[in-house]
């Protein structure tokens, strides 16, 4: 089993669509989460932290669940500027290394 | 502040030719790491260091050495460069706080390198 795993996609959408991700992580012990966006061709940016309880940035709603070991991700009134790579990152339990995910492409049209 | 740069932006290479990769960050960061990035594969850990004069191994060290010599560089070397090391290469930076990484990772815009 991989230690991260995301459903490649491509998730494509309308505009103004709400889509969701999921990535499922194999190592109980890890401690951190996060979502990190990629554009084509471009470095990695953090989108957000993931946190116990969820949290919420404007359209973007993240979500831990610890017994199922997945994490979240949930787009609202989506933009075609969201298009892109959606990269779930895992820590490796109590370490500073961190795990990256294959991405979840998503495609929104006019 | 430029955050965190590379050079070169691109490169091809014959097999068996080396190379060094370049990595700049002006952002006091601690933590430096060195990713290479493949079709269906995700970012994969090369080397990382946790601050200036070390370095250690990430999943995929073999066939790539680095230096830190300097706090704000981070070297990547490639001895004799071989088919199999095509792909993106992504530098990044972290804060460090209680001796642990913080783990907002800042990525510089990577290096395309092509060998044939």
């Known amino acids: 089993r991989k230690e991260v795993e995301q459903d490649p996609g491509p998730f494509n959408v309308p505009e103004g669509a709400t889509v969701a991700f999921n990535c499922t992580y194999s190592?109980?012990?890890?401690?951190?989460f996060f979502w990190y966006r990629q554009d084509c061709r471009k470095e990695p940016k953090l989108l957000m932290s993931?946190?116990?309880s969820g949290n919420e940035d404007g359209r973007f709603t993240a979500q831990l669940n610890r017994a199922s070991q997945y994490i979240s991700l949930l787009i609202r009134d989506s933009k075609l500027s969201d298009s892109a790579t959606y990269l779930c990152v895992v820590n490796i339990g109590n370490t500073d290394k961190l795990i990256f995910g294959t991405g979840t492409r998503l495609q929104v049209f006019p | 502040n430029a955050g965190v740069t590379q050079t070169p932006k691109f490169r091809v290479l014959k097999t068996g030719q080396s190379m060094t990769l370049l990595c700049a960050q002006d952002m006091n960061h601690e933590y430096m790491y060195w990713y290479r990035q493949d079709p269906g594969m995700g970012l994969r850990l090369i080397h990382y260091?946790?601050?200036?004069?070390?370095?250690a191994k990430g999943e995929v060290p073999d066939g790539y050495n680095v230096s830190r010599l300097k706090k704000q560089n981070f070297l990547l070397g490639l001895e004799s460069a071989a088919p199999s090391q095509t792909s993106v290469y992504f530098c990044?930076?972290?804060?460090?706080?209680?001796?642990?990484?913080?783990?907002?990772?800042?990525f510089g815009p990577g290096t395309r390198l092509l060998v044939l």
């Open positions: 190592n109980s012990a890890s401690q951190s």
């Open positions: 993931v946190y116990s």
């Open positions: 260091s946790v601050g200036e004069g070390t370095t």
């Open positions: 990044a930076s972290s804060y460090s706080t209680g001796g642990r990484a913080r783990e907002t990772q800042y």
